[in-house]
C-alpha cells in the first residue's frame, strides 16, 4: 500500500471528491480549503486523502483531514494510519490538538460513523460548533 503525495490540482483525486458525501460543487476543479493542504492518493487513484492546516475558525489548534475517500481494495483504517505517518513526515509535529476530522452522521449509512478512523486510533472528542457533527481526534 502506497500513497503519493500530490497536488490539489490532480483530477483523479478531484473525481473521487465529486463522489463524497461533502462535496458542495461536484465538478469544480478545486476540492481543497485554501490554505496548506497536503494531497495524498494511490498510485490507482482510487483513494484520496487532505490534510489541511491553516487559520481555523473553530478555536481547534489542529490540522484537520477535511477528505478522506477509499473506492480501494485497502482496509481504510490502513490507508489513514499511513496518511497520517506521511503527514508527520511532511509537516512535523502537529499542533497541540493533533487531527481531526468531522463526520456527518445523517450522511453515513454506517451504524457506527467514523469507524474506519477509530480503527485506525482516532477518537469521539465532542461535535462541531455550528453543525453538530460528531468530531473525531488523533492526540498529538
Known amino acids: 500500500m502506497a500513497w503519493i503525495v500530490t497536488n490539489k490540482g490532480d483530477q483523479d483525486c478531484r473525481r473521487l471528491a465529486d463522489r463524497h458525501y461533502t462535496r458542495q460543487k461536484p465538478g469544480n476543479k478545486q476540492f481543497c480549503r485554501p490554505g496548506h493542504n497536503l494531497v495524498l492518493r494511490t498510485p490507482e487513484g482510487d483513494a484520496v486523502w487532505v490534510t489541511w492546516r491553516g487559520i481555523r475558525d473553530d478555536g481547534q489548534d489542529a490540522w484537520e483531514c ?16 499511513k496518511a497520517v505517518e506521511i503527514t508527520l513526515r511532511e509537516w512535523g509535529a502537529p499542533p497541540p490538538g493533533g487531527l481531526i476530522t468531522y463526520v456527518q452522521e445523517a450522511r453515513i449509512a454506517s451504524a457506527n460513523p ?5 480503527r485506525a486510533g482516532w477518537k469521539t472528542d465532542g461535535r462541531s460548533k455550528r453543525r453538530s457533527y460528531l468530531r473525531l481526534r488523533l492526540s498529538a
Do not use: A, Y
Open 66 to 81: 477535511t477528505i478522506f475517500r477509499n473506492e480501494s481494495q485497502h482496509l481504510s483504517s490502513d490507508l489513514i494510519r
Open 114 to 118: 467514523g469507524f474506519c478512523f477509530k
